[in-house]
């Protein structure tokens, strides 16, 4: 199983960026399909998922409204389309997948369930 997440980069702040995550190994229309983030010396912590059909999409609150999460099951890759970035957002950038039926709020933000996880991508926002 190998998901690779990439797209990251530089960007000023109020710039865009959209990550991909492709994912390899498993029949990706079964997984929740996730994003996380890292900043240096902070905890990992949520930033968007979206159910297996699309059908449903949550967000953290720091960026709802900016960004939007998708995904197309036949390429099997999942997206995140950041818009006006903040420094704040400077971070890795995590892809994850967890095999749920469960679409619950508690479960699709924890950081410890998750099946399979991105070797993450760098996004850094200069002010």
């Known amino acids: 199983v190998q998901l690779q997440a990439f797209g990251g980069g530089l960007v000023q702040a109020g710039g865009s960026l959209r990550l991909s995550c492709v994912a390899s190994?498993?029949?990706?229309?079964?997984?929740?399909m996730k994003w996380f983030r890292q900043a240096t010396e902070k905890e990992r912590e949520f930033v968007a998922a979206i159910s297996r059909g699309a059908y449903n999409t949550h967000y953290a609150d720091s960026v709802k409204g900016r960004f939007t999460i998708s995904r197309d099951n036949a390429q099997n890759t999942v997206n995140l389309q950041m818009n006006n970035l903040a420094p704040e957002d400077t971070a890795v950038y995590y892809c994850?997948?967890?095999?749920?039926?469960?679409?619950?709020?508690?479960?699709?933000?924890?950081?410890?369930?998750?099946?399979?996880w991105g070797q993450g991508t760098l996004v850094t926002v200069s002010s």
């Open positions: 190994g498993i029949t990706f229309n079964n997984y929740i």
């Open positions: 994850a997948a967890r095999s749920t039926v469960n679409w619950h709020i508690a479960s699709i933000t924890s950081t410890r369930l998750n099946d399979y």
